[in-house]
Structures are given as structure tokens and as C-alpha cells.
């Protein structure tokens, strides 16, 4: 685990047929990632296992994000967030841990506010 990382999630890029890259994506990847409907923020991937992720393919890994006292109380452990290069999504991750507690979700809502 990067002692950095804010998360770690379950990380699935979509397939070139299905809007994805052309291209696969190497261990330290800054794309953007919708962390609230209406927050859109950049984040660096660090896979465990793997350097090279090809498009199509599922991995496990962490995410760093820039600024997360700017959208605090956002994540939770089964949230699925959009991975977006600008407008585009090209893939998605699911959070299986949040590791900065200024980003965890307060507990007796269940994420469903």
C-alpha cells in the first residue's frame, strides 16, 4: 500500500469498443474521478501487481486524490466512482477501503444520501 493513498479500490477499465482508451495505462496513471455528482477531481493509480493494466482488464490498486479536504465525507467502502479523462469515462472504480478519514462517509447514513 502507498502510505499516501487515500483509498484503495477494485479498478476496471472499459474496452476500446466501449469508449475506453486505445491504450493501456501504466502504475502511477492521473486521470480525473467523479468523487460527487458534481465534483470532479484528479488522482494517481498505483496497481499492485501489475505496471502495465491493458484496457478491459479488472485490478486492484490505490488512489491518491489532490485536495480531499475539498470534498470531504464522499466515499464508502462498495461506492463505484467514474474514472473520466475530461468528459470521457474510461473506466471505474470501486472502493474496497478508505484509508484518508476526512474522505469516509459517515456511517449511519450507508452512503445513500
Known amino acids: 500500500m502507498d502510505d499516501l493513498a487515500d483509498v484503495e479500490a477494485k479498478i476496471t477499465f472499459l474496452k476500446e469498443e466501449e469508449g475506453g482508451r486505445t491504450r493501456s495505462v501504466l502504475s502511477g496513471y492521473r486521470p480525473n474521478h467523479r468523487v460527487r455528482d458534481d465534483y470532479l477531481t484528479t488522482g494517481t493509480h498505483h496497481y ?35 474514472i473520466q479523462e475530461g468528459s470521457r469515462v474510461v473506466g471505474y472504480a470501486e472502493i474496497t477501503n478508505v484509508f484518508n478519514h476526512i474522505l469516509l462517509k459517515d456511517d449511519s447514513t450507508n452512503g445513500k444520501r
Do not use: A, N
Not at 505496471?51 to 475539498?70: A, H, K, R, W
Open 48 to 82: 499492485y501487481d501489475k505496471e502495465i493494466v491493458q484496457m478491459g482488464d479488472t485490478v486492484l490498486g490505490t488512489i491518491t486524490f489532490i485536495s480531499p479536504e475539498s470534498y470531504p465525507r464522499c466515499l464508502w467502502v462498495g461506492k463505484t466512482i467514474s
